[in-house]
């Protein structure tokens, strides 16, 4: 099977561009005294409390001429930042899942405007919620105008928006999907990812497809669709398929056991001090503990701050990454082109394409 997975979307290129490698500052026409200045804004930030500790990477033509740690990994134990700790990447993942999906669409496996019911059939005939009783949770809809298509789904305008970490505005939604039990984000229980996203399925939407931009946990839909499509679980294709080939190797959906000890806690302030993070609608420690079943597409893995800078230098480079190639030049720009239209306003000086938000 691992034959198979590595005989599809990357082939050997004639152009190899090298790993991010450490360089002089001004080999690349840049200044090292302006790059301190990053020393001073992270010491004051951590002086003033607005963070416990930083890693920052700068790179440039594929140098990396600033990286360094700052601080606490762990504020109660004291234990000191470095720059190959992991962190959960959080959203950050959706770049990834979205990287993934786009893979798959280089290899012809779908199109971007096919129905997501194609694929998944639990999402035909989607409703709009139109209104909600909250002492009860019963509510009316109408049918939705069209099908929620993967395009939708990438750029996120499919409408289906998230539930406990919605925007208070949305506390409707937030009280349908408690009531379902789906998990926005990671749980320690004994999910799979294909349980969540039939919770999703049944539930009503904010509105038409393609009508709103809405952050939502249509990455989440994808990961499972990328299992789907695939024939293999979300973490093994993103390990064999997106991670291994350019050497990745400290960017996982959840951390072997030898690495967990340069996973930097999460914490928040309190009463001046640092203190690691309780247990609220989820658990902090899920990716170490816990049955590890869940890959949510839209905030699964972790990362070190290199490996993370290696996944966005293959976009730099047009789709290539080691000798490499993952995507054609044609599908970077269709990544990078506007997927959303006016849905941010006339003037924005931004919009959003198939796996970033991009800046004009």
Known sequence: MMLALTSFSQTNFKKKSPPLTEALPESVGMSTERLSRIDSLCIKAVSKGDISGAVDLVARNGKIVYYKAFEMADN??????KRDDIFRIASQ??????????????????????PISKYIPEFKNQLVLMTLKKKDTSYTT?????????????????????????????????????????????????????????KIAKLPLHCNPGEKYIYSNGLDVLGYFIEIVSGVPLDVFLITRLFDPPGMNDIWVYLPENKTPRL??????????WVRYPVTFYDPEFLV??????????????SMAKDYATFLQMYLNGGELNGTRFFSRTTIQEIMANQIGNLWGENSDKYYGLVFSVVT
Not at 76 to 81: A, E, K, N, P, Y
Not at 289 to 302: I, N
């Open 76 to 81: 109660q134990s004291g234990r000191i930042l």
């Open 93 to 114: 993942s959706k770049a990834i899942t979205a990287t993934a999906v786009m893979m798959l669409r280089e290899e012809g496996k779908f199109k971007l405007d096919d």
């Open 142 to 198: 109408v049918p939705a105008t069209s099908e929620i298509t993967i395009r939708q789904l990438l750029s996120h305008t499919s409408c289906i928006g998230y539930g406990i970490i919605a925007d208070d505005k949305d506390e409707w939604f937030k009280m349908l999907y408690e009531k379902a039990g789906v998990i926005d984000a990671w749980t320690t229980e004994n999910v799979s990812i294909k349980d969540n996203i039939l």
């Open 264 to 273: 930097v806690s999460l914490q928040k302030p309190d009463n001046g001090k």
């Open 289 to 302: 503990k816990g049955a590890k079943r869940v890959f949510p597409g839209g905030a699964g893995p972790t």
